[in-house]
């Protein structure tokens, strides 16, 4: 039981939270800048033509090539530091590897990537590049919030849960399954609101398998590592598990609403992504940070007030309440302006997918299951998989 002048001191420490949750802006802001720049510099580099003559300057084909053998080295260096940083402490043997040797290490492998890039310049613009603009967001991700976590202290637990929890593992799995599932059917067979796919007569097994693990895989460690492992970690050390929770539920559909509202309020009709300029789409990404940030701190006050005041306020029922009012809201605004009650749903969905992978984090104590909630969930509404469903069933 949490000693009650323990819960106020969290609630009084405003200014502390406060200072905390700016942190967390600066961290999605920087994965936002980068993300979208490095998918910005992909898209555009994958049209250099190859040249047997380069010519060196600023639009030239050599200077072009370059950037894009710069891009990937960046991308893999960040795989490859996530993967180590995921997997070095499943084991106990002492002699891990120097802080010099690794240096060392790390040198190498990127060199290597930036010859190999360079060299097989071509083949890679016309197989690899449109991989790697879909790596590019789950990459920046990982990586990022690997820095972070190791720049705030925040302890990761990477171990795979325990038999115990695995009546909460496969309670989130269901719950991500029927979220992703209800978004696929309830809210249309044609274009998913806040989601950049669509649907495509033919879809190989290739493209299926390529987005399964760049999505699926890759993606759920993204999030699981950025919204949990970072964010929910260092706030539960810092304002409590329960508030934590709250905080990572409300955070992630408010930032998508705010994004759509703010794009739908600055340009007039739809407009293609890569038809936005750039400084104009890292504003509104901005911008939708900040309103989930404080949205989310905001709400963690809220619990926070009630621990204070009540005998104890857990995790699953703080995460329960931000998906409550999150989905009120939601359903509220979409009927207010004339729009199907179904039309919340993805709203709903995004406050029930971050609940479940915050719940199953605190209970279970393993970054796997998060993994797990998010890479089901955009399996359905995200990938080539989700694509084939939908195909296969309508």
Do not use: C
């Not at 001191?9 to 905390?20: D, P, Q």
């Not at 990459?139 to 171990?159: E, F, K, S, W």
């Not at 619990?303 to 999150?326: D, F, K, M, N, Y």
């Amino acid at each position: 039981m949490t000693d009650r002048p323990l819960q106020r001191s969290r609630v009084l420490s405003a200014r502390a939270s406060l200072i905390e949750y700016g942190g967390v802006a600066l961290l999605l802001a920087a994965v936002v800048v980068v993300g979208t720049v490095l998918r910005r510099v992909l898209s555009q580099l994958i049209h250099v033509p190859p040249t047997n003559d380069p010519i060196i300057g600023p639009g030239g084909a050599f200077t072009g090539h370059i950037l894009l053998a710069v891009v990937y080295t960046v991308l893999v260096m960040l795989v490859v530091g996530v993967s180590y940083v995921l997997i070095r402490d499943w084991t106990d043997r002492p002699d891990r590897i120097a802080g010099s040797d690794l240096l060392t290490i790390a040198g190498t492998i990127g060199a290597a990537a930036f010859v190999i890039a360079y060299l097989a310049i071509e083949l890679i613009q016309q197989s690899v590049t449109p991989i790697a603009v879909d790596l590019a967001g789950p990459a920046t991700m990982g990586g990022l919030a690997v820095g972070y976590i190791q720049y705030r202290d925040v302890t990761v637990q990477r171990a795979l849960p325990s038999s115990d929890a695995l009546p909460t593992v496969l309670g989130v799995a269901v719950i991500a399954v029927i979220a992703g599932g209800g978004v696929l059917f309830g809210v249309g067979t044609g274009r998913d609101m806040g989601f950049a796919w669509f649907f495509e007569p033919r879809i190989g097994p290739i493209e299926i398998l390529r987005s399964v693990v760049v999505t699926g895989v890759l993606g759920g460690v993204g999030y699981a590592l950025l919204y949990n492992a970072a964010i929910q970690g260092r706030l539960a050390g810092v304002t409590g598990p329960a508030q934590a929770v709250a905080a990572v539920t409300v955070l992630l559909p408010v930032r998508a609403w705010a994004r759509a509202k703010i794009s739908s309020l600055t340009v007039p009709g739809q407009r293609a992504m890569s038809s936005v300029p750039l400084a104009q789409s890292l504003g509104r990404a901005i911008a939708a940070v900040v309103v989930g940030v404080m949205a989310a701190w905001l709400f963690a006050r809220g619990v926070g007030i009630v621990q204070s005041r009540v005998e104890r306020v857990t995790p699953l029922q703080s995460g329960i309440a931000a998906v409550a009012v999150v989905s009120i809201a939601a359903v509220l605004t979409t009927l207010v302006r004339g729009y199907p009650a179904v039309g919340a749903l993805p709203i709903v969905t995004l406050a029930a997918v971050p609940a479940a992978a915050a719940i199953g984090y605190e209970r279970t104590r393993s970054a796997w299951t998060p993994t797990l909630v998010f890479g089901v969930y955009l399996l359905l509404v995200d990938s080539r998989l989700g694509q084939y469903i939908v195909t296969a069933i309508l």
